[in-house]
């Protein structure tokens, strides 16, 4: 992904796409982090509160059954990342402020996820676990 603010909905894959507003935006910009031994050199910030509800979560479509990693660090504390299927949350994740792995399971194939944020939280990297 290339720096710089994301205002609008971006698909940057068939799979995934970024929901943005001009009021509520991403950013991705260059910063050096690693997690699980896997270095990170960019990373997506919210910026604040992100959600299905006003269009602007992270969207995976597609989605098998398995574990999930989400490398992460909070802006502040008790901040939360939430794995929803739209309407009911499916995992409610808490990054630390130096930095976490959290992990999450799909116990069953599903059309899509969304990855909201109740605040500043900085993602470096989601992926499968198995």
Known sequence: MTTGDITADTE???SFTIHATSSKKWAVDE???TFDSIAYTKRLKSGGGRDKASNTALEFKKVS???YKIAALSGGENRTLTVSDGTT????LTPSTSGSVETFTLSSNTDSIYIE???GINIYGIYAAN
Do not use: P, Q, Y
């Open 65 to 67: 059954a398995g574990t």
């Open 89 to 92: 949350a499916i995992t409610v």
């Open 117 to 119: 944020t109740s605040n």
């Open 12 to 14: 940057i894959s068939a």
């Open 31 to 33: 910063n050096s982090k």
